[in-house]
């Protein structure tokens, strides 16, 4: 009897662990597949916000508006485009059951944070050329093009509102990235200065 409690005794430490791997093997899968679908997400966002604006042009009897004659529209499409080939790359790896390692960690978080800002700056930029498109700048003699081209800007103000909630993933992204880098590693370490010497001369 006290054998038989002796190994029963030494499983189940063993059987406590085995348990506890099966359960961390899980929740890291169930994450991966979470950040990989959270990462395809802006892949259809950023997609349709691009074709949507590629799309706007208007012409009627008040002449032609078209969304290449905004710089800020242009810079919309591009930074689309940039943020939806990121996220299909980096939904990829980030599917790949491989061992998180340092560099990738770093790759990632420094990467969703620069197409973060990239993403919010086209936003940002976009809704300021339209706030003035809507409303007009009498300081400028900017007049509100919206009433002769309603059409072009209905069509622009639904690409920055899909571009809004890619910008919202990417913040979603950034948090997790970060997560993930500073719970598993820490910050590289500074190096402490030498204290600078003064030689002193006599008066």
């Not at 990467?111 to 940002?124: K, N, P, R, S």
């Not at 081209?149 to 993933?169: D, L, N, P």
Request: hydrophobic residues 45%; neutral net charge; glycine residues 8%.
């Amino acid at each position: 009897m006290e054998k038989g409690s002796a190994v029963e005794g030494a499983r189940s430490p063993m059987q406590m662990q085995m348990k506890m791997e099966d359960e961390l093997e899980g929740n890291s899968s169930t994450l991966r597949t979470a950040e990989t679908l959270l990462r395809l997400l802006p892949v259809g966002l950023c997609v349709s916000a691009l074709v949507l604006m590629l799309k706007n042009s208007q012409q009627n009897q008040y002449g032609s508006v078209d969304y290449t004659d905004l710089g800020a529209f242009r810079y919309l499409v591009h930074a689309n485009g940039i943020c939806a080939g990121y996220s299909l790359f980096s939904a990829v790896i980030a599917a790949m059951p491989r061992p998180s390692t340092m560099p990738r960690a770093w790759t990632f978080f420094l990467l969703d944070q620069v197409l973060t800002y990239i993403i919010l700056a086209a936003g940002a930029v976009s809704t300021e050329v339209l706030y003035l498109a809507e409303n007009g700048d009498s300081a400028t003699t900017w007049s509100a093009a919206c009433k002769s081209f309603g059409g072009f800007c209905h069509k622009g103000t639904a690409s920055i509102g899909i571009t809004f909630v890619a910008v919202f993933c990417y913040v979603l992204l950034s948090l997790i990235s970060s997560y993930k880098l500073f719970s598993k590693y820490d910050a590289p370490a500074c190096r402490p200065t030498a204290a600078i010497e003064v030689a002193a001369f006599p008066g």
